[in-house]
């Protein structure tokens, strides 16, 4: 039997995989080496899987926004409880100035929790904020904290929204 997925369940799995393509775009570009044959995962996993070097690789992605009203705006919906908490927190406890650093810092923290059943697996980061851009997020390279213990081989961010500005390598 083939379970549907609710329209959310749906446009959740189709972010993922533009970020995962947008990253893959990038990665290749800059590396030169070959990453295709994009597949989404059932949870528990990361969220999308492709080929790299010959072997898997999964990838886990997150979304990088800076508050509730830009997330709805850029989604075009409401947000999950836990998302809407998050972003509601940051916003109340955070300068703009500082927002930035402690969005992407709290979806590393998060993100570094997380336990997979898989050999090999990277943490891609979308920003999804319009106003901050690839080179704020370069600046703030020495600034970032990336947990001691986390599961990522690699973690790299996609710059903007669409990706024109490509990606960033925040670990290792």
Known sequence: ?????????????????QAAKLFMRWYEHETGKVIRH?????????DVSCRFEGERLDIEVAHLYGSELEAKQILNRELSDKTRLELQELERNTAPKSRLLTALNRILLNKSLKHYKTK????VIRNAHPAWSKTQIQALQQHITVPDAHPFEQIW????????????????
Do not use: A, T, Y
Request: proline letters at 7%; glycine letters at 6%; a positive charge.
């Open 1 to 17: 039997m083939v379970s549907r997925l609710s329209s959310s369940e749906q446009e959740k799995v189709e972010l993922e995989h």
């Open 157 to 172: 961010i996609v710059g903007d929204w669409n990706g024109k500005s490509g990606i960033v390598q925040l670990f290792p």
């Open 120 to 123: 090999r697996v990277w943490l």
């Open 38 to 46: 994009l597949w989404h995962n059932r949870p528990s996993k990361p």
